[in-house]
T-cell receptor, first 115, second 119 residues
Framework: AQSVTQLDSQVPVFEEAPVELRCNYS??????LFWYVQYPNQGLQLLLK??????LVKGINGFEAEFNKSQTSFHLRKPSVHISDTAEYFC?????????????FGKGTLLTVNP | NAGVMQNPRHLVRRRGQEARLRCSPM?????VYWYRQLPEEGLKFMVY????????ESGMPKERFSAEFPKEGPSILRIQQVVRGDSAAYFC?????????????????FGEGSWLTVV
Protein backbone atom coordinates (compact mmCIF):
# COMPACT_ATOMS: atom_id res chain seq x y z
CA ALA A 1 0.00 0.00 0.00
CA GLN A 2 1.07 3.56 -0.62
CA SER A 3 0.48 6.84 1.17
CA VAL A 4 1.07 10.43 0.15
CA THR A 5 1.67 13.36 2.47
CA GLN A 6 1.33 16.93 1.34
CA LEU A 7 2.91 18.88 4.13
CA ASP A 8 1.12 22.18 3.58
CA SER A 9 -2.64 22.40 3.33
CA GLN A 10 -2.46 26.06 2.28
CA VAL A 11 0.28 28.12 0.66
CA PRO A 12 -0.29 31.86 0.15
CA VAL A 13 2.21 33.69 -2.05
CA PHE A 14 2.47 36.98 -3.90
CA GLU A 15 2.39 37.19 -7.65
CA GLU A 16 5.78 36.66 -9.36
CA ALA A 17 7.22 34.98 -6.27
CA PRO A 18 8.64 31.45 -6.45
CA VAL A 19 6.70 28.62 -4.90
CA GLU A 20 7.37 25.07 -3.77
CA LEU A 21 4.61 22.64 -2.87
CA ARG A 22 5.89 19.69 -0.92
CA CYS A 23 4.99 16.04 -1.40
CA ASN A 24 6.36 12.98 0.34
CA TYR A 25 5.27 9.42 -0.24
CA SER A 26 5.58 6.05 1.40
CA UNK A 27 5.52 2.78 -0.49
CA UNK A 28 6.90 -0.74 -0.22
CA UNK A 29 7.16 -0.95 -4.04
CA UNK A 30 8.32 1.36 -6.80
CA UNK A 31 5.85 4.03 -7.79
CA UNK A 32 5.01 6.47 -10.51
CA LEU A 33 4.39 10.03 -9.33
CA PHE A 34 1.93 12.67 -10.46
CA TRP A 35 0.82 16.19 -9.74
CA TYR A 36 -2.76 17.17 -10.55
CA VAL A 37 -4.27 20.64 -10.38
CA GLN A 38 -7.88 21.60 -9.80
CA TYR A 39 -8.81 25.13 -10.79
CA PRO A 40 -11.98 26.59 -9.28
CA ASN A 41 -15.09 24.91 -10.67
CA GLN A 42 -13.11 22.54 -12.87
CA GLY A 43 -12.05 18.90 -12.77
CA LEU A 44 -8.60 17.62 -11.88
CA GLN A 45 -6.05 18.14 -14.64
CA LEU A 46 -2.71 16.37 -14.97
CA LEU A 47 0.13 18.83 -14.44
CA LEU A 48 3.09 16.47 -14.80
CA LYS A 49 4.21 12.93 -14.10
CA UNK A 50 7.36 10.99 -13.35
CA UNK A 51 7.60 7.52 -14.86
CA UNK A 52 11.36 6.94 -15.21
CA UNK A 53 14.55 8.57 -16.45
CA UNK A 54 15.49 12.12 -15.56
CA UNK A 55 14.39 12.99 -12.05
CA LEU A 56 13.50 16.55 -13.08
CA VAL A 57 10.14 16.61 -14.79
CA LYS A 58 8.66 19.59 -16.58
CA GLY A 59 4.93 20.06 -16.85
CA ILE A 60 2.41 22.51 -18.16
CA ASN A 61 2.19 26.18 -17.20
CA GLY A 62 5.86 26.44 -16.20
CA PHE A 63 5.71 23.94 -13.35
CA GLU A 64 8.38 21.35 -12.67
CA ALA A 65 8.96 18.67 -10.07
CA GLU A 66 11.95 16.71 -8.92
CA PHE A 67 11.85 13.09 -7.85
CA ASN A 68 14.15 12.34 -4.93
CA LYS A 69 14.16 8.62 -4.25
CA SER A 70 16.30 8.75 -1.12
CA GLN A 71 13.99 11.32 0.47
CA THR A 72 10.86 9.80 -1.08
CA SER A 73 9.80 13.25 -2.23
CA PHE A 74 8.33 14.80 -5.35
CA HIS A 75 8.14 18.54 -4.68
CA LEU A 76 6.47 20.84 -7.20
CA ARG A 77 8.07 24.17 -8.06
CA LYS A 78 7.46 27.25 -10.15
CA PRO A 79 9.96 30.14 -10.28
CA SER A 80 7.36 32.86 -10.74
CA VAL A 81 3.64 32.38 -10.10
CA HIS A 82 0.67 34.17 -11.62
CA ILE A 83 -2.74 34.96 -10.22
CA SER A 84 -4.12 32.30 -12.55
CA ASP A 85 -2.10 29.60 -10.72
CA THR A 86 -4.49 29.88 -7.78
CA ALA A 87 -5.85 26.35 -7.44
CA GLU A 88 -5.72 23.16 -5.40
CA TYR A 89 -2.76 20.93 -6.17
CA PHE A 90 -2.77 17.19 -5.55
CA CYS A 91 0.21 14.86 -5.45
CA UNK A 92 -0.50 11.22 -6.33
CA UNK A 93 1.29 7.90 -6.81
CA UNK A 94 0.51 4.63 -8.51
CA UNK A 95 2.25 1.31 -8.34
CA UNK A 96 4.82 0.47 -11.01
CA UNK A 97 3.56 -2.43 -13.08
CA UNK A 98 -0.04 -1.67 -12.30
CA UNK A 99 -2.52 0.44 -14.21
CA UNK A 100 -2.64 4.16 -13.72
CA UNK A 101 -6.25 4.27 -12.63
CA UNK A 102 -5.41 3.23 -9.06
CA UNK A 103 -3.93 6.46 -7.85
CA UNK A 104 -3.26 7.26 -4.20
CA PHE A 105 -3.68 10.97 -3.59
CA GLY A 106 -2.50 13.38 -0.95
CA LYS A 107 -4.98 15.68 0.77
CA GLY A 108 -4.13 18.59 -1.49
CA THR A 109 -2.46 21.99 -1.12
CA LEU A 110 -4.42 25.14 -1.80
CA LEU A 111 -2.16 27.64 -3.54
CA THR A 112 -3.42 31.20 -3.34
CA VAL A 113 -1.58 33.79 -5.38
CA ASN A 114 -2.17 37.34 -4.22
CA PRO A 115 -1.53 40.52 -6.22
CA ASN B 1 -11.15 18.22 -17.28
CA ALA B 2 -14.39 19.81 -18.33
CA GLY B 3 -15.06 16.95 -20.76
CA VAL B 4 -16.12 14.53 -18.00
CA MET B 5 -19.55 15.63 -16.83
CA GLN B 6 -20.84 14.88 -13.37
CA ASN B 7 -24.21 15.67 -11.88
CA PRO B 8 -25.50 16.78 -9.61
CA ARG B 9 -22.67 18.96 -8.43
CA HIS B 10 -24.18 19.17 -4.99
CA LEU B 11 -26.61 16.75 -3.39
CA VAL B 12 -28.14 16.81 0.07
CA ARG B 13 -29.76 13.68 1.47
CA ARG B 14 -31.21 12.76 4.83
CA ARG B 15 -29.91 9.71 6.63
CA GLY B 16 -31.49 6.56 5.22
CA GLN B 17 -32.23 8.00 1.78
CA GLU B 18 -30.60 6.94 -1.46
CA ALA B 19 -28.06 9.00 -3.38
CA ARG B 20 -27.42 8.63 -7.10
CA LEU B 21 -24.48 10.32 -8.74
CA ARG B 22 -24.12 10.37 -12.50
CA CYS B 23 -21.05 10.56 -14.71
CA SER B 24 -20.86 10.99 -18.46
CA PRO B 25 -17.35 10.22 -19.73
CA MET B 26 -15.51 12.23 -22.32
CA UNK B 27 -16.56 11.57 -25.89
CA UNK B 28 -14.98 8.39 -27.17
CA UNK B 29 -14.08 7.14 -23.67
CA UNK B 30 -15.42 3.81 -22.53
CA UNK B 31 -13.61 3.36 -19.22
CA VAL B 32 -14.94 5.04 -16.11
CA TYR B 33 -13.49 5.31 -12.61
CA TRP B 34 -15.00 6.59 -9.39
CA TYR B 35 -12.99 8.15 -6.58
CA ARG B 36 -14.10 9.45 -3.20
CA GLN B 37 -12.60 12.26 -1.16
CA LEU B 38 -13.62 12.21 2.48
CA PRO B 39 -13.13 15.37 4.56
CA GLU B 40 -9.48 15.96 5.39
CA GLU B 41 -8.35 13.04 3.21
CA GLY B 42 -7.00 12.53 -0.30
CA LEU B 43 -8.98 11.05 -3.15
CA LYS B 44 -9.30 7.27 -2.93
CA PHE B 45 -10.07 4.85 -5.74
CA MET B 46 -13.43 3.11 -5.51
CA VAL B 47 -14.29 1.30 -8.74
CA TYR B 48 -13.33 0.86 -12.39
CA UNK B 49 -15.98 0.07 -14.98
CA UNK B 50 -16.23 -0.54 -18.66
CA UNK B 51 -19.51 -0.64 -20.54
CA UNK B 52 -21.71 -3.20 -18.76
CA UNK B 53 -18.77 -4.59 -16.77
CA UNK B 54 -17.20 -3.94 -13.39
CA UNK B 55 -13.46 -4.44 -13.83
CA UNK B 56 -12.14 -3.57 -10.38
CA GLU B 57 -14.25 -2.74 -7.33
CA SER B 58 -11.55 -3.27 -4.75
CA GLY B 59 -12.06 0.21 -3.30
CA MET B 60 -15.83 0.05 -2.93
CA PRO B 61 -17.35 -0.34 0.52
CA LYS B 62 -18.86 -3.80 0.75
CA GLU B 63 -22.34 -2.64 1.69
CA ARG B 64 -24.76 0.01 0.40
CA PHE B 65 -22.54 1.12 -2.50
CA SER B 66 -22.96 0.00 -6.10
CA ALA B 67 -21.88 1.25 -9.49
CA GLU B 68 -22.95 0.59 -13.04
CA PHE B 69 -22.05 1.74 -16.53
CA PRO B 70 -24.82 0.62 -18.86
CA LYS B 71 -24.54 0.21 -22.59
CA GLU B 72 -26.44 3.45 -23.03
CA GLY B 73 -26.34 6.41 -20.70
CA PRO B 74 -24.08 7.63 -17.93
CA SER B 75 -22.31 5.71 -15.22
CA ILE B 76 -24.21 5.74 -11.93
CA LEU B 77 -22.77 5.53 -8.44
CA ARG B 78 -25.55 4.54 -6.07
CA ILE B 79 -25.42 4.79 -2.30
CA GLN B 80 -28.33 3.23 -0.43
CA GLN B 81 -29.40 4.19 3.09
CA VAL B 82 -26.87 6.97 3.34
CA VAL B 83 -25.17 7.77 6.63
CA ARG B 84 -23.33 10.91 7.74
CA GLY B 85 -19.99 9.22 7.02
CA ASP B 86 -20.89 9.08 3.33
CA SER B 87 -20.62 12.87 3.12
CA ALA B 88 -17.77 13.43 0.69
CA ALA B 89 -16.78 14.60 -2.75
CA TYR B 90 -17.17 11.91 -5.40
CA PHE B 91 -15.03 12.25 -8.50
CA CYS B 92 -15.49 10.43 -11.75
CA UNK B 93 -12.76 9.96 -14.33
CA UNK B 94 -12.64 8.41 -17.78
CA UNK B 95 -10.09 7.15 -20.30
CA UNK B 96 -10.04 6.00 -23.92
CA UNK B 97 -11.08 2.49 -24.95
CA UNK B 98 -7.92 0.63 -24.03
CA UNK B 99 -6.61 -0.49 -20.68
CA UNK B 100 -4.78 2.47 -19.17
CA UNK B 101 -1.08 1.98 -18.53
CA UNK B 102 1.22 4.68 -17.33
CA UNK B 103 4.12 3.54 -19.45
CA UNK B 104 2.21 4.32 -22.62
CA UNK B 105 1.32 7.71 -21.32
CA UNK B 106 -2.36 7.04 -20.97
CA UNK B 107 -3.97 9.42 -18.57
CA UNK B 108 -7.33 9.38 -16.91
CA UNK B 109 -9.41 12.56 -17.09
CA PHE B 110 -11.33 13.73 -14.06
CA GLY B 111 -14.65 15.51 -13.77
CA GLU B 112 -15.49 18.39 -11.45
CA GLY B 113 -16.82 16.19 -8.68
CA SER B 114 -20.14 15.78 -6.92
CA TRP B 115 -20.45 16.86 -3.30
CA LEU B 116 -22.76 14.71 -1.19
CA THR B 117 -23.92 16.03 2.16
CA VAL B 118 -25.88 13.75 4.45
CA VAL B 119 -27.91 15.52 7.12
Amino acid sequence: AQSVTQLDSQVPVFEEAPVELRCNYSSSVSVYLFWYVQYPNQGLQLLLKYLSGSTLVKGINGFEAEFNKSQTSFHLRKPSVHISDTAEYFCAVSEVGGSNYKLTFGKGTLLTVNP
Amino acid sequence: NAGVMQNPRHLVRRRGQEARLRCSPMKGHSHVYWYRQLPEEGLKFMVYLQKENIIDESGMPKERFSAEFPKEGPSILRIQQVVRGDSAAYFCASSPPFRPTVRFGNTIYFGEGSWLTVV
